[in-house]
């Protein structure tokens, strides 16, 4: 146990509707890193949250979209959402920017 | 050239053996280097990180950096069936305010008993 925790564990929507996943980071850690992964593959960078600004953005259009809160925890946005966003939605928690980063249990998302 | 190439495997080695997993990177992930073991519908789990050229070892684990060769390895003594996995590798680069992590695909690895 990383004392990463996500919500929910798993969510099913339809395309074109939007979704909002949470990330509790572990404790003392001020950065937050998202991911997607799609079946078979790695986990693909979406965009980093260091002290409640973004801190770097993958190669993800701008309908993926973040926060990070006070205390740390962060949300990961989609809006009109597509088949291909179909994965599993990875949040790492880490003591900065550069450090080395844990895992939460991720957020399986199938789009219909 | 991808930035973090691993072979996809599966890689099967008998229980007892030394598992060898390799992955190359390129130029821009070559800050600090990672791998994490996932299981079958798990998120990946930290077993190493290595930062300096040389060898880095943590009980039965070996990770390996060769930065003039821009390769990484991690090497698995005494293999257990309970290590039968995904191992990703996974390379950190960029400067302060767009650093991040770059993952390969992954080596699916099965331990026989």
């Known amino acids: 146990e990383t004392g990463v925790t996500q919500s929910p564990t798993h969510l099913i929507k339809t395309r074109g509707q939007q979704v909002t996943l949470r990330c509790s980071s572990q404790?003392?850690?001020?950065?937050v890193s998202w991911y997607q992964q799609a079946l078979g593959q790695g986990p693909q960078f979406i965009f980093q949250?260091?002290?409640?600004?973004?801190?770097g953005r993958g190669n993800f259009p701008p309908r993926f979209s973040g926060l990070q809160f006070p205390n740390y925890s962060s949300e990961l946005n989609v809006n009109a959402l597509e088949l291909d966003d179909s994965a599993l939605y990875l949040c790492a928690s880490s003591l900065g920017e550069q450090e080395t980063q844990y895992f939460g249990p991720g957020t399986r998302l199938l789009v219909l | 050239q991808k930035e973090v190439e691993q072979n996809s495997g599966p890689l099967s080695v008998p229980e007892g053996a030394i598992a060898s997993l390799n992955c190359t990177y390129s130029d821009r992930v070559s800050q600090s280097f990672f791998w994490y073991r996932q299981y079958s519908g798990k998120s990946p789990e930290l077993i190493m990180s290595i930062y300096s050229n040389g060898d880095k070892e943590d009980g039965r684990f070996t990770a390996q950096l060769n930065k003039a060769s821009q390769y990484v390895s991690l090497l698995i003594r005494d293999s257990q069936p309970s290590d039968s996995a995904t191992y990703l590798c996974a390379g950190g680069g960029g400067r302060a305010g767009s650093y991040q992590l770059t993952f390969g695909k992954g080596t699916k690895l099965s331990v026989i008993p």
């Open positions: 949250y260091y002290r409640e600004e973004e801190n």
């Open positions: 404790s003392g850690h001020n950065t």
